[in-house]
């Protein structure tokens, strides 16, 4: 059963628009994560979080915003969405043993 | 670099052992993990190896860890098209903050 939860799971939206994408995990992790990937491609690090009140630019410059205001819960947002925005949103949190990845946002841009 | 490399592609038939490499960079990484990936879903940790260890076994799969050449291997035994997916490589970097992932490799397992 997935201890990490991410909604919606797929959502198409106008150019312009500002969009949430929602993480929310029960396993009391302190690190999480956002990743953008392409089908099938590689993983693109775009924020980390270590803890509340904690976030990261990640390795892939992006145009979205995270926050941390409780540990459970790790929401990014787009302002203005753009086709170039188009992609699969990746969340996970950790502990040394490994990550747990939620399920993926597929987001379209049209 | 930071860089984990893995093969992009292998090609299996049902029945055979695969065999997926990677290499990775920092001798002194704690741990090593492999993740799965199937289509349109996000990734599902399969195993990892504390890097005090060379081998790990669990049903199916074999880990091998050869931390002289920083190498990483996983072994699927009697692959079934259930199989086939992405596996990504990955390590735990000094310190424990960062994971760097590669950038998978493309099981095909043919009938």
């Known amino acids: 059963e997935a201890d990490i939860y991410q909604t919606p799971r797929y959502l198409v939206i106008g150019t312009g628009k500002k969009i949430t994408l929602e993480c929310s995990q029960t396993?009391?992790?302190?690190?999480m994560y956002w990743y953008q990937q392409d089908p099938g491609m590689e993983l693109h690090l775009i924020h980390y979080?270590?803890?509340?009140?904690?976030?990261e630019k990640g390795d892939l410059s992006s145009e979205s915003t995270v926050s941390r205001i409780r540990t459970e819960h790790f929401p990014l947002t787009l302002e203005s969405a753009r086709p170039s925005h188009t992609s699969q949103y990746l969340c996970?949190?950790?502990?040394?043993?490994?990550?747990?990845f939620g399920s993926g946002t597929r987001l379209t841009v049209v | 670099g930071e860089d984990v490399e893995q093969s992009l592609f292998l090609s299996v038939r049902e029945g055979d052992s695969s065999v997926i490499n990677c290499t990775y960079t920092?001798?002194?990484?704690?741990?090593l993990y492999w993740y799965k990936q199937e289509p349109g879903a996000g990734l599902q940790l399969l195993t990892y190896?504390?890097?005090?260890?060379d081998m790990k076994q669990d049903q199916r799969l074999t880990v091998l860890l050869n931390k002289k050449d920083k190498h990483l291997s996983l072994r699927i035994a009697d692959t079934q098209t259930g199989d086939s997916a992405i596996y990504f490589c990955?390590?735990?970097?000094?310190?424990?903050?960062?994971?760097?992932f590669g950038a998978g490799t493309r099981l095909f397992v043919k009938a």
């Open positions: 996970a949190s950790s502990e040394s043993s490994g990550y747990t």
């Open positions: 396993m009391g992790h302190d690190k």
């Open positions: 979080s270590y803890g509340v009140n904690s976030t």
């Open positions: 920092d001798s002194s990484s704690t741990y």
């Open positions: 190896i504390f890097s005090n260890m």
């Open positions: 990955a390590e735990l970097k000094t310190g424990g903050f960062k994971t760097i």
